[in-house]
């Protein structure tokens, strides 16, 4: 992980977390080998709309809208199946993961 993959992290975790701190994280263990589900939120193609970012679950590889996204499919898909980790999907710049039940964001595994 580049210098400032690290910075950005941090400058991330401060403004999610309210801390520059990584928290423990109990979901490591649910990290799978996976391949994305699809290039697109294809739940929001199907709707017509569009994203600003994806979100790829890393228990099954489920690719969905971001938390900013009016549908926030990523979300749903966390509050459907309980896979509890996601990171950023085609997105420069960013190389983190975050885990939504213990609500830190973690350097990329």
Same mark, same amino acid.
């Given at each position: 992980?580049?210098?400032?993959?690290?910075?950005?992290?941090?400058?991330?975790?401060?403004?999610?977390?309210?801390?520059?701190?990584?928290?423990?994280?109990?979901?490591?263990?649910?990290?799978?080998?996976?391949?994305?589900?699809?290039?697109? %939120?294809?739940?929001?193609?199907?709707?017509?709309?569009?994203?600003?970012?994806?979100?790829?679950?890393?228990? %099954?590889?489920?690719?969905?809208?971001?938390?900013?996204?009016?549908?926030?499919?990523?979300?749903?898909?966390?509050?459907?199946?309980?896979?509890?980790?996601?990171?950023?999907?085609?997105?420069?710049?960013?190389?983190?993961?975050? %885990?939504?039940?213990?609500?830190?964001?973690?350097?990329?595994?």
């Amino acid at each position: 992980m580049s210098v400032i993959d690290r910075m950005t992290n941090v400058v991330l975790r401060r403004a999610w977390t309210g801390s520059f701190r990584t928290k423990p994280c109990g979901h490591l263990d649910r990290v799978e080998q996976v391949q994305p589900s699809a290039v697109v %939120c294809e739940a929001c193609v199907e709707l017509g709309d569009t994203w600003p970012a994806l979100r790829m679950c890393l228990t %099954c590889g489920y690719v969905g809208c971001c938390d900013r996204a009016k549908n926030r499919h990523a979300m749903k898909h966390f509050e459907a199946t309980g896979h509890p980790l996601c990171r950023p999907f085609q997105e420069r710049g960013m190389n983190w993961v975050w %885990c939504r039940v213990d609500k830190t964001l973690l350097d990329a595994v």
